[in-house]
């Protein structure tokens, strides 16, 4: 086992032990009684206070203190325009360092290929956050490393999708960044695009959009790429996560936020959660956040419920909506609605970090997760590693029965006889002569 300080997309930033089994455990001590709980709690604020006396005293070194997370962010931009090439250099490379929080999309040109970016890797002292673009064609088994000009900052926890136009586009948006030591965060909230017909990025100015964030979701309906949730987190206060709704119009290049009434229930504001297109609108399922107990004491909760964001063509155009209506209605004429849906079928265990793929308009695959057990003492986590499909137009759960695939082996063609060699004609002679003996022991 190894342990590492790491930040995920669910917005908790601790110290994790794992192992290679399906559950973990990091135990914090025996269980103890309401007081002794109490005299600890009271012993690490005052160790706390006298923390931040101590380094907010006089005489104190600057350069013991880690530099402000704004600092390293433009020095890494600097260093990122240093390398930027000016057209795109393309490499066959081995296989993408250790990451975790990286997107990873089906190209939507070539269908043979993936494409990977950004992600983070922490190895205890230190964390790493990616800028690097992969592609990876899974029948050639080939690894390409694509340096391109005007490349975005590094990041993890954001969002990518994909659409067909225009020989391929994959869109980004958000993510955060993490100091070396892991102990300060910056949320982004840029929007950029891959153009990947010619391999070139563009970062898109447009005013009104999400606040920066990561652990969000972002899913393409029809025009629109829609992003829901997430959460903020600058070590400084609890992290904020969000359920609100912002859509991006990829016709009119414009953000629109979606306001509710107050009479329309909505999912809780959460982050990690899964979210793919519906013929009706977007679906979300699951996802974690942290509500608060007492005081500055917060538990995770992981959710279990599924929304549909269902989206109406309303008449006329959208022309004639009323007030109320237009503010959750976007410029293209639909207006977007939350309705809760109780699934059916084999329903996946309440967990969050599962990750979606949707394999057609009418079903989407998931894979995986991990749901926390959290108490004063201890965090136990059980990971999952089954397969489940959802049915689209139903919202059913199934279970895929999983058979392997057999290697067919070409069997080997026996070698034909040879046939017997005809009897020299020098032993027909010899018999006709009456049975030389010479000529016979030379012949054999």
């Avoid at 250099?89 to 999309?105: G, M």
């Avoid at 009706?280 to 909760?301: C, P």
Wanted: contains cysteine; glycine residues 8%.
């Amino acid at each position: 086992s190894s342990s590492c300080s790491c930040s995920n997309k669910f917005g908790t930033h601790f110290s994790t032990h794992f192992t290679t089994q399906h559950t973990h455990t990091s135990v914090m001590g025996k269980r103890e009684n309401g007081t002794e709980r109490k005299m600890r709690r009271v012993d690490r604020r005052k160790k706390k206070v006298a923390k931040e006396e101590k380094e907010s005293a006089k005489g104190q070194p600057k350069q013991e203190q880690e530099r402000d997370i704004e600092e390293i962010i433009k020095e890494v931009q600097d260093m990122f325009a240093k390398k930027t090439v000016t057209k795109p250099v393309v490499t066959v490379s081995a296989p993408p360092s250790p990451r975790s929080a990286a997107s990873f999309v089906a190209h939507p040109s070539h269908k043979d290929e993936v494409i990977l970016f950004g992600g983070e890797y922490c190895n205890g002292p230190k964390t790493y956050i990616y800028g690097d673009l992969f592609t990876f064609n899974y029948k050639k088994k080939i690894w390409r490393l694509h340096q391109l000009p005007n490349q975005p900052p590094p990041r993890s926890s954001h969002q990518a999708a994909v659409l067909p136009r225009n020989e391929g586009e994959m869109w980004i948006f958000g993510g955060e960044f993490a100091s070396p030591s892991g102990s300060q965060f910056y949320h982004y909230n840029d929007l950029w695009v891959l153009r990947l017909g010619s391999m070139t990025w563009e970062m898109i100015d447009a005013k009104g959009g999400p606040s920066p964030r990561s652990g969000h979701r972002m899913a393409v309906f029809k025009k629109n790429l829609v992003v829901f949730g997430g959460f903020h987190d600058n070590m400084k206060r609890a992290p904020k996560y969000h359920n609100d709704v912002h859509v991006f119009s990829l016709e009119t290049m414009t953000w629109t936020k979606l306001t509710f009434p107050a009479i329309m229930l909505g999912p809780d504001a959460r982050s990690g959660c899964q979210m793919v297109s519906t013929p009706e609108g977007v679906l979300i399922f699951g996802g974690y956040s942290k509500e608060r107990v007492r005081g500055d004491i917060y538990k995770g909760k992981v959710h279990s419920d599924m929304w549909v964001l269902e989206a109406t063509e309303a008449p006329d155009g959208g022309n004639n909506l009323d007030a109320a209506t237009k503010k959750h209605a976007t410029p293209d004429g639909l207006v977007w609605s939350w309705t809760r849906v109780k699934p059916s079928g084999m329903c996946p265990s309440d967990r969050c970090g599962t990750t979606m793929a949707q394999r057609n308009a009418t079903q989407s695959v998931a894979f995986g997760g991990v749901c926390d057990e959290e108490t004063e003492d201890a965090i136990k986590g059980d990971f999952f590693d089954d397969l489940y499909t959802l049915s689209l137009d139903g919202y059913k759960w199934h279970i895929p029965e999983m058979r392997v695939k057999k290697k067919r082996v070409k069997k080997e063609k026996a070698p034909k006889p040879e046939k017997p060699a005809p009897a020299p004609a020098a032993d027909a002679s010899a018999a006709a002569a009456g049975g030389d003996k010479s000529s016979t022991s030379s012949t054999s």
